[in-house]
């Protein structure tokens, strides 16, 4: 795989991020296995792993960190924080208090005593930005983390956290990881020039549309999700949004046939060829699935390819509101005009 510079901090990452999401009760609970999985990606030149504290409760980071040892110098480590970690109130969140925990548990169940990138998993709605940041660039000169992230940020937040970095001194986020896919496009109007042009990382999330595009749901084929983690929404069938995506799918399917690849290959390329995203972050629950979107990194469209895409789902569009990551606090309730 041909690394690429991840935004402007000099470090070379692969074009795909291994997610480990499916690591644990979530997907895949045979530890051995996921390890197998993790080793086989290393071997085959990814060097950017990505997990997340909530997955499978902790559980997929102590995997990766057991995974992970004996080479962990050679790998680009991201983890992320904020959902909530139990009942316990103060267990979640962008404050100062939870990050200083939520830090040192994922360090000890990684195994490690530094994460290279350590993201925000959403923006928070009651916490400062600054309070978030302040707290994050402390954990940088202690030496625990190397940089800083966010996830799933709208195009308002990144601004707001990159003047508000300037503004105090701090440590500020150098990379984004959004949604995107054919399916999902949503942040090619507005989230992906924004952090192009403050120099930020992309990492995307979901490159197979959480599974539509790995041609596991098409007309006929009556599959359901693998895992609990997934919004059943996304994936009911008698909607109109979704009717439309296995449409979509059954014409992506016969592109990819035309164009002598798979359709995981087209999906997968089609994300890492656009010249504003670093990585693709691939989930893999089995070893076939990993095998089946390595190469995927190999691949280039054609403009007539992409032409054709674009017919398909035009530039800006997410088929299905239910794939989005945004909007759920500000079109909520109490944030509409009419609500007291």
Sequence with gaps: ??????????VSVSPLCLGTMMFGPWGNADEDDSIRIIHRALDAGVNFVDT??????GESERIVGKALAGRRDDVVLATKFFMPMG?????????RRWIMQSVEN?????GTDYI?????????????VEETLGALTDLVRQGKVRYLGSSSYAASQIVEAQWAARDRRSERFVTEQPPYSILVRGIEADVLPTAHRHGMGTLTY?????????????????????SAARPKAR???????????????????????QAGMTLIDLAIAFVINHPAVTSAIIGPRTMEQLESQ??????????DILDRIDELVPPGVTINPDDNSYGEAELAPAARRRSQ
């Excluded at 997340?52 to 409760?57: I, N, P």
């Excluded at 290279?116 to 400062?128: A, E, F, K, M």
């Excluded at 994936?235 to 046939?257: G, H, P, W």
């Excluded at 390595?294 to 403009?303: F, I, N, R």
Aim: hydrophobic share 30%; proline share 4%.
């Design 1 to 10: 795989m041909q690394n690429r510079i991840l935004g402007r901090t000099g």
């Design 116 to 128: 290279d990138l350590y993201q925000v998993h959403r923006p928070s709605q009651d916490t400062d």
């Design 106 to 110: 994922s360090l000890r169940r990684l």
């Design 52 to 57: 997340a504290d909530v997955y499978s409760a």
């Design 235 to 257: 994936f009911d069938m008698t909607t109109e949004a979704n009717q439309r995506k296995l449409d979509i799918v059954e014409s992506l399917a016969e592109l990819a046939e």
């Design 206 to 226: 979901s490159p197979l549309g959480g599974g539509w595009l790995s041609g596991r749901w098409r007309k006929g084929n009556a599959a359901t999700p693998t």
């Design 294 to 303: 390595l190469s995927g990194a190999e691949v280039t469209l054609s403009a």
């Design 87 to 95: 009942d316990e109130p103060n267990h979640r969140g962008g404050s």
